[in-house]
Every structure is written in C-alpha cells, then in structure tokens.
C-alpha cells in the first residue's frame, strides 16, 4: 500500500520559513518523479516544485528563490525548505509521486503565513 505522508506545515510569520517532508513508503521511491502542489482557498492545485528521480528540478516562477525541493532517497523522503514566506503562500500542500501513469498524493500539510 502506497502512502505519502507530510509534516511540517503551520502558522509562521511573513519573512520566516519553514521545511515540509514527505515521508513515502510502498513505492520504489527512488524511481520515482517527486512534487509539491499546493492549493489555496478558492484556487485551483498547483505546482511549487518538482525533481526527478534524475535529480532535475523546477519551480513555479512565485517560488523561485524562496523554496529548495530536494530527495533523500536512503530515507525515502522528500522535502521542500520554503524562505522567506509571503502571506500568498498560505495553502495546503500536497506531496505527489510519479511513475509512468501511476500517480500518488498525500493528504497534505496546512501552511499559514501571517502576522
């Protein structure tokens, strides 16, 4: 049974940071392509950020700079460093896992930026 499990997420202030991890099990999580979505109230998922199982990394343009995803596949898990936080960055993220067309997500971790 494959599962993704996030921690790390809640309340912090604008300027300050915080680290989300991904803990997977089930998966060969080496194989796979590894991301982070979130969705905010009223909006649409979407992509933060995503790394291959080759290491290849993107990020959407708003997070550029502030967040680091990165892999440790020897603890099957993944991670995103988020910096300098903005209140527009308040969302639920979501850990995703993908191989082919097999698709996996977490439940997901609340991030709140505010004063």
């Not at 290491?55 to 300098?84: E, H, P």
Request: aromatic share 10%; glycine share 12%; net charge positive.
């Amino acid at each position: 049974q494959v599962q993704l499990v996030e921690s790390g997420g809640g309340l912090v202030q604008p300027g300050g940071s915080l680290r989300l991890s991904c803990a997977a099990s089930g998966i060969i999580f080496k194989l796979h392509t590894m991301g982070w979505y979130r969705q905010a109230p009223g909006k649409d998922r979407e992509l933060v950020a995503v790394i291959t199982a080759g290491g290849t990394i993107n990020y959407v343009d708003s997070v550029k700079g502030r967040f680091t995803i990165y892999r440790d596949n020897a603890k099957n898990t993944l991670y995103l460093q988020m910096n300098s936080l903005k209140p527009e960055d308040t969302a639920d993220y979501y850990c995703n896992a993908r191989l082919f067309s097999a698709v996996h997500w977490g439940q997901g971790t609340q991030v709140t930026v505010s004063s």
